[in-house]
């Protein structure tokens, strides 16, 4: 679509392949004796710390491979410090809000190139300088790095010297090397660890269905953010909005790629190293390749995937429906539209569809309630469709701000009825109640759908004022217009009533299908509000049909819902969750949503308890494990902890036991092995030979003796609350009795 911002496309630094990386790599990077000359103070710049989920052939024997974290590394001691990979107990919105870090990114905005010709340690101490926390300092580089004009920065003849500003910005112009290494090059002189990540991207060079190969490699970060992992593209960040190369461009940051959250950004990045997805459960290449092309536009609006899970998607009957969840807080002010197009044989290229009627489209898009948005797509011939989703917040004054992508589809439309039909074209304001009725201050009673099917002939809308100043003076209209015919078949007689605030209308149709088209003409003018599909007719078998279809959806929401308590996992919870509720099926599952709800919560509980033993340093592990004789309470926990992660209680008793097997390093590290613990396979004898161990232990000695054993404390006893739960789920609310205190 030519209105449709291709960002990505558009943005003259694509990120290098590791195939096509340059065999030569800056000193910055590669060898920490050399990253920095001496100050002028005579003070040695910090050497960065070097974190990349690959290894260049350029640095063979330089860089250490670390099993518990998976990547390698130019001093592996340090990771000691930090937490492995694993996923974050908060989500983006929780931690950042844009609109209290305008001082950070004032500073950014105000250094621009004033140091492209000073040292990197001095362009980050700049921006990091004073700000007590390290997302205030990940945000600085963030925002200056993405709204450097690299195309434009003024280069002399010759290279710039190795330790600047410029250099860096030199070889992100020549493509020697990516944002997401410059990225990490900056927080490491800001004491933020930041992974590169390689792996593959559905960025410009991938079309919707295709395999993932070569071309598709780029690289992003990781970087840890407060304890916790959180991902960054500061290239897909550094969003060029208008203009090209040769043109008087500019960069804006987009925020969409500034600590996203891992659910979202693996619809477009999939890490080579599965633990860097940040994801339990991890997703396979396959699932990736498969799942809908999802993009940045969709979350930006905060929307949720509902229907069709596959970017290919299977139509045997000429008709689909996409069903999205919206937020309704923001909802009112965004505006979709639908582009379908056929691929040729070779589904290589694609021309548009059209309709020889003038009045027909395929594409029907409304909002049945506040929370949900639907699009129906009709097809006229079997073939392969491209299906876009494109949308926009009305609110956004941003220079250049259009309609941008949500989802692409490959729609393969197996047969299509003989007689097809199409639905009527859409008025300004689609279909619906929507901004237009808000604007008057009304809102709709009835109907709340934007399709009106009548089996008597008969149509009533009711619209309540909700804003007085607004509704003031307003003249309420309507014109009925049969599908196919131009001829306005309003009735002067029928006209809107108002009483106790609430605006009426009451028409009788005859059979057939209309358009029913509702305007305000307060201010000479008539401007469109509210627009309705209307059928009537007598029950068909469309109808008996649609009633069908309803049945099914709320049978499939059900077995999605039980299939998600079943797998007792959070992601897949949250959706099934979340369709019922937008879909507005509630009172048909009021046990198996107050069952799924109460596993959410104890589900993010547990995730917010290991996440506090990710975050122990391996400091605070050695100085248990240092203990010559611990007191009783210590090696009770340990005991216990090990007990749950496969150990025989025999084996723990003897502390010397405990001591090695909490001194392996790697995948039998303790911390790797708690993060990938199964509670599906954790046996509930396990977890009541824990408990058993625990019995009569006193938590304040714990907490007196050892920080870092009250952290195991709390994991341990939040997993065996959540065992004796699932077991009250299977027996009924009773839990046996067990004489079982050996376990392996």
Avoid at 182 to 206: E, H, Q
Avoid at 369 to 393: A, C, Q, W
Wanted: charged residues 30%; proline residues 4%.
């Amino acid at each position: 679509m030519a209105s449709c911002r291709r960002h990505i496309a558009s943005c003259p630094n694509q990120s290098l392949h590791p195939d096509t990386r340059p065999t030569s790599y800056n000193t910055n990077f590669l060898n920490a004796k050399k990253l920095a000359k001496q100050r002028a103070d005579n003070k040695d710049v910090q050497t960065t710390w070097i974190l990349w989920t690959f290894k260049p052939e350029s640095v063979l024997g330089g860089l250490t491979y670390s099993e518990s974290h998976c990547l390698w590394t130019n001093d592996i001691e340090r990771l000691d410090n930090i937490p492995p990979p694993h996923p974050s107990p908060t989500r983006k919105h929780e931690v950042f809000q844009l609109e209290k870090y305008k001082h950070v990114d004032k500073r950014a905005d105000e250094t621009a190139d004033k140091f492209n010709n000073k040292l990197v340690f001095d362009l980050v101490t700049h921006l990091t300088k004073d700000y007590p926390d390290d997302l205030s300092k990940v945000r600085s580089i963030y925002r200056w790095i993405t709204m450097q004009v690299v195309e434009k920065v003024p280069f002399s003849d010759r290279q710039p010297d190795e330790n600047t500003v410029l250099h860096q910005l030199w070889k992100l112009k020549r493509k020697q090397k990516t944002y997401a290494q410059v990225f990490s090059l900056l927080c490491g002189y800001a004491n933020l660890p930041c992974v590169v990540i390689d792996g593959y991207m559905k960025g410009s060079t991938y079309d919707v269905g295709q395999k993932l190969v070569s071309k598709h490699k780029g690289e992003w970060n990781a970087v840890l953010v407060d304890g916790n992992w959180r991902l960054v593209n500061a290239f897909w960040g550094a969003c060029v909005l208008t203009g090209n190369e040769n043109e008087d461009f500019f960069y804006n940051t987009d925020e969409n790629f500034f600590l996203t959250d891992p659910q979202h950004l693996i619809y477009t990045h999939f890490p080579r190293i599965p633990e860097w997805q940040l994801l339990d459960p991890q997703k396979s290449q396959d699932e990736f390749e498969k799942q809908a092309y999802l993009k940045d536009r969709f979350f930006n609006l905060e929307m949720r995937l509902l229907s069709n899970p596959n970017c290919t998607v299977e139509i045997p009957s000429g008709e689909v429906e996409f069903l999205f969840g919206l937020n309704p807080s923001i909802a009112i002010n965004q505006s979709f539209l639908c582009i379908a197009s056929i691929y040729d044989s070779k589904e290589t290229t694609t021309k548009p569809v059209e309709l020889a009627e003038k009045d027909l489209t395929l594409e029907f898009i409304q909002r049945p309630n506040e929370h949900l948005l639907s699009i129906k797509v009709r097809f006229p011939e079997v073939g392969t469709y491209k299906v876009e989703i494109v949308g926009k917040d009305e609110t956004v004054q941003q220079k250049d701000y259009t309609f941008d992508w949500i989802a692409i589809y490959k729609a393969v439309v197996r047969s299509v009825p003989i007689k097809q039909k199409f639905f009527p074209k859409p008025e300004p304001e689609g279909w619906g109640p929507g901004r237009g009725l808000h604007a008057l201050g009304l809102k709709a009673l009835t109907p709340l759908d934007g399709v009106i099917k009548t089996d008597t002939g008969e149509v009533e809308l009711q619209y309540q004022i909700v804003n007085k100043e607004k509704a003031k003076g307003i003249n309420l209209c309507f014109h009925l217009i049969s599908i196919g015919s131009d001829v306005d078949e309003a009735d002067d007689a029928n006209k809107f009533t108002l009483k106790n605030d609430v605006y009426t209308l009451k028409i009788k149709i005859d059979p057939g299908e209309y358009k029913l088209k509702i305007g305000d003409k307060s201010s000479g003018l008539e401007r469109n509000v509210c627009n309705y599909s209307v059928i009537s007719i007598k029950e068909t078998m469309e109808e008996k049909r649609d009633d069908d279809e309803k049945v099914k959806e709320i049978n499939r929401l059900r077995e999605e819902l039980m299939n998600a308590t079943e797998k007792k996992t959070l992601e897949l919870l949250e959706r099934a969750v979340d369709a019922v509720v937008t879909r507005g099926f509630e009172s048909h599952f009021p046990e198996e949503l107050k069952i799924a709800r109460a596993l959410i919560d104890r589900l993010k509980k547990i995730q917010k308890l290991m996440h506090e033993v990710m975050k122990l340093d391996q400091t605070t592990i050695a100085e248990i494990r240092s203990y010559g004789n611990p007191v009783r309470e210590i090696h009770i926990v340990m005991q216990a902890t090990l007990l749950l992660l496969g150990h025989f209680e025999e084996e723990t008793k003897i502390w010397k036991n405990i001591q090695a097997i909490i001194g392996r390093t790697g995948k039998e590290s303790l911390k790797r092995k708690i993060q990938e613990l199964d509670l599906n396979k954790l046996g509930f004898d396990i977890a009541l030979g824990a408990k058993k161990l625990m019995r009569g232990l006193e938590l304040d000695k714990v907490v007196q003796q050892s920080a870092g054993a009250a952290t195991f404390h709390a994991w341990m006893t939040g997993i065996i609350a959540e065992m004796e739960e699932r077991h009250k789920d299977e027996i009924g609310n009773t839990i046996p009795r067990t004489t079982r205190n050996k376990t392996g």
